[in-house]
């Protein structure tokens, strides 16, 4: 008897054995909804819930060696992947809208979105009935403290009693003060800047903050906590954004920058790269450099790249590290250089990715990570496309021979790069794919541990 429960159960073993599905990974540049196949490794699916394949990345905020938020749109909304392991799991901010939108990330983490009408009528606001103030619809805000899962009921912002020929609050970026306050900047008469505030529903109002008369406050916050940036005659001055109530400090000055017309427009853009408590900006210099500014809430740093910057450069920060895609002096080809935040440049001796002789687009993705940088390259020329990632040990002197992440002809089993992130020394790719054998594309994400020579889901 109990030699026979003993061959029973072997019999049970072995039937449960042979039921066992094996796992499947697709072959290679295929992809399943759940894993996406690369010539360097694989890469694990995003449910569509969190991100549809039409999203548009176009901010990422590193908070951390954990802790990240990017950001982007589809046509009819805003969306927010966030993350608090590294990219390891994620969860999403979403919201719909008719008009325009902006997101921003506090200190803390917290994330706030900023919802605007459709576009008005800039004739009848630049020309109200009778000298009539402009009619503007007023923006809502929506909170996310980092932790949690969804945005906040919409917080509408009191705008103040505006003038002819003030400027409509279109785009404008909130500074995050907590997961409960953030303030805008608000133009009610020009050349005349005002910070408004915005808190939770129900709240009562806050007074608004006005800026010194001779003072041009250029109109996005910088660095976490969020500073104010000003111009005073051809001064760059910089202070944090104050709380609700508390006065505004004494600005201090940014030298070593000369500012212009093109300075300022530069710097009264979104900043082309954010990590922990840095914005980082490229700023145009006379009479042809550029310089790479970076502002923290009690830190900057103006640091001179050793090479013009190319035109629409790349920017990758991280780990107290800026890269920046520039033009080389001798032979005018597309190369990198890596600056540290104390300003020592180092210079590619050789481009990471050789020049290609025939027309096609190309775009550049960099992130340092304390043990190297990282370059990756997308390119298409006619039906051909392709994506290359070169790695550098030596912290931007000399890059490794580039390698292939995915490469065909043709629309079908194209792979992009939506976003790279450097958590210190692990990296994060999230790539969008076509699910194989399905008219649909996805979102996936693959990870490396050793700053970029192996990567696997993550």
Not at 182 to 195: G, S, Y
Not at 378 to 383: D, N, Q
Not at 402 to 412: A, S
Request: one cysteine or more; glycine letters at 8%.
């Amino acid at each position: 008897m109990a030699l026979a429960a003993v061959s029973a159960l072997l019999a049970i073993g072995c039937r449960k054995k042979e039921k066992a599905e094996p796992i499947t990974v697709p072959p290679p540049g295929a992809a399943s909804s759940d894993e996406l196949t690369t010539a360097i490794g694989q890469a694990r699916g995003i449910h569509s819930a969190l991100a549809p394949s039409s999203t548009r990345w176009q901010r990422a905020f590193v908070l951390d060696d954990k802790r990240a938020v990017v950001t982007g749109e589809v046509e009819n909304e805003a969306i927010a992947l966030v993350t608090d392991n590294a990219g390891r799991t994620w969860r999403s901010l979403r919201r719909l809208r008719e008009g325009w939108s902006t997101w921003s990330v506090g200190e803390d983490g917290s994330t706030v979105l900023t919802v605007g009408p459709r576009g008005q009528d800039r004739s009848k606001q630049a020309h109200g009935a009778a000298g009539a103030p402009p009619a503007v619809d007023p923006p809502s805000l929506f909170f996310a403290p980092f932790e949690a899962a969804d945005l906040s009921a919409p917080s509408p912002v009191t705008l103040p009693e505006l003038s002819r020929g003030a400027r409509s609050p279109v785009n404008a970026v909130p500074a995050v003060l907590s997961a409960e306050i953030a303030a805008l900047l608000i133009e009610p008469k020009p050349r005349r800047t005002t910070l408004v505030y915005a808190g939770p529903p129900g709240a009562p109002p806050v007074a608004p903050v006005v800026l010194p008369a001779q003072e041009q406050a250029l109109p996005v916050p910088y660095g976490r906590p969020p500073a104010l940036l000003s111009l005073r005659g051809r001064n760059l001055l910089v202070r944090p954004v104050p709380a609700p109530g508390a006065p505004l400090d004494a600005p201090r000055s940014v030298d070593g920058l000369v500012m212009s017309p093109a300075a300022t427009s530069a710097l009264s853009a979104t900043p082309a790269c954010d990590f922990a408590g840095w914005s980082i900006q490229l700023v145009p210099q006379p009479p042809d450099t550029t310089a790479v500014v970076a502002i923290s809430a009690t830190q900057t740093a103006v640091l001179k790249l050793p090479a013009k910057a190319a035109p629409g450069a790349a920017v990758g920060c991280a780990a107290g590290r800026i890269m920046v895609e520039v033009v080389a002096p001798a032979t005018k080809e597309l190369t990198i250089a890596t600056c540290t935040l104390e300003g020592a440049c180092v210079l590619a001796e050789k481009p990471p990715f050789r020049p290609s002789l025939e027309p096609h687009d190309r775009s550049v993705a960099l992130a340092p990570t304390r043990e190297g940088v990282v370059a990756i390259l997308t390119s298409r020329a006619a039906a051909r496309w392709g994506l290359y990632i070169a790695q550098s040990p030596e912290a931007g002197k000399i890059y490794d021979v580039p390698r292939v992440i995915g490469e065909g002809t043709g629309e079908r089993g194209r792979i992009e790069l939506g976003a790279l992130l450097s958590f210190g020394n692990r990296l994060v790719m999230l790539l969008q794919a076509d699910v194989t054998g399905t008219s649909r594309r996805g979102w996936y994400v693959a990870a490396s541990e050793d700053s970029g020579l192996t990567w696997s889901p993550p």
